[in-house]
């Protein structure tokens, strides 16, 4: 079964607009939530990751803000920039000891136009 | 720096073929990761490994094996290629306790 819901599958945004990317999950026990960034040619690169006991998480431009109730979490990025254009991962972490997978979303494809 | 280094970017095989696919990681890491990624459908867990010669099931393990007779090393064995393994492979490690994977440029295999 799909662990984890991503969209929207595709964005488009204006440059110096807000870029949203929402998460939803069904199962309780993860308990790490990192969102991946894929350029064109290259392999995904941790962009910023939450665990469950924060609400809020902020690095420069990129946001994610977490709903453990609703069991959603979303990546803000502010003022996008064309340099942004890329492929957003969330992910998750299936909490314990020993637990090293992580579930990954569909993918959402972000373009920033000038 | 980090460094997962994918053996080739692109690969074309005929349908039947034995490919081998292979993944060098530079960090001394344990843990090492096979994923296929595919329009529409994200990053899939094919196999992992969190030691030298063990493996586990990922999601979608059908089809494939995996090797790891090193630490550094972990290969993903098509035992007989079909079209529906036509994909983008990527190889990812991280470190033992540590969430963060570090992955590879990917090798994009076409097969025929």
């Known amino acids: 079964q799909q662990q984890v819901k991503q969209s929207p599958q595709s964005l488009i945004v204006q440059k110096g607009g807000i870029s949203i990317i929402n998460c939803a999950y069904e199962n309780t026990a993860f308990d790490y939530f990192p969102w991946y960034q894929q350029f064109p040619g290259k392999g995904p690169a941790l962009l910023i990751a939450i665990r469950p006991d924060v609400s809020e998480k902020k690095e420069g431009r990129f946001t994610i803000s977490f709903n453990k109730s609703a069991k959603q979490f979303s990546l803000h990025i502010m003022d996008s920039q064309p340099g942004d254009s890329a492929t957003y991962f969330c992910a998750l972490r299936q909490g314990g000891a020993g637990s090293y997978q992580l579930t990954f979303g569909k993918g959402t494809k972000l373009s920033v136009i000038p | 720096d980090v460094k997962v280094t994918q053996s080739s970017r692109y690969l074309v095989k005929r349908t039947g073929e034995k490919v081998f696919l292979e993944c060098v990681q530079d960090m001394d890491h344990e843990n090492m990761f096979w994923y296929r990624q595919d329009p529409g459908l994200g990053l899939r867990l094919i196999y992992f490994?969190?030691?030298?010669?063990?493996?586990e099931k990922g999601d979608i393990p059908e089809g494939y094996s995996v090797s790891r007779e090193k630490k550094e090393r972990f290969s993903l064995i098509l035992e007989s290629a079909s079209t529906n393994q036509t994909s983008m492979y990527l190889c990812a490690s991280s470190l033992l306790g540590n969430n963060i994977q570090y992955f590879g440029a990917g090798t994009r295999l076409s097969v025929l």
């Open positions: 490994s969190y030691d030298v010669k063990m493996k």
